[in-house]
């Protein structure tokens, strides 16, 4: 059975941090091009930051560059997303997602993630 579980959000304030993490079971993680989003109400579901499956190569939207950092343990299963210096607007339900072309996308069910004073 394929899992994709979040954890790590909650509530911050502006300038904070966090680490959310992903824990992956059922399918071969490394061989998984693994992303994250994150999606406010009545939004499109936006992607955050990328990261092949050695973890050679990372991408940024733009709005998260110099503060989000992708990363991914092979071993563990896992792919994290360190953000740092949050702002109000980065407010949202932060999913992990993992692609393969040999199975196509697989989902977290999400973690929320609110940044307020």
């Known amino acids: 059975q394929v899992q994709l579980v979040e954890s790590g959000g909650g509530l911050v304030q502006p300038g904070g941090s966090l680490r959310l993490s992903c824990a992956a079971s059922?399918?071969?993680?490394?061989?998984?091009?693994m992303k994250w989003y994150r999606q406010v109400p009545r939004k499109e579901r936006e992607l955050v930051a990328g990261i092949t499956t050695t973890g050679s190569s990372t991408n940024y939207a733009d709005s998260v560059k110099g503060r989000f950092t992708i990363s991914r343990d092979n071993a563990k299963n896992t792919v994290y997303l360190q953000m740092n210096s949050l702002k109000p607007e980065d407010t949202a339900v932060y999913y992990c997602?993992?692609?393969?072309?040999?199975?196509?996308?697989?989902w977290g069910q999400g973690t929320q993630v609110t940044v307020s004073s």
């Open positions: 997602n993992a692609y393969s072309i040999l199975w196509g996308d697989y």
């Open positions: 059922g399918f071969t993680f490394s061989r998984s091009y």
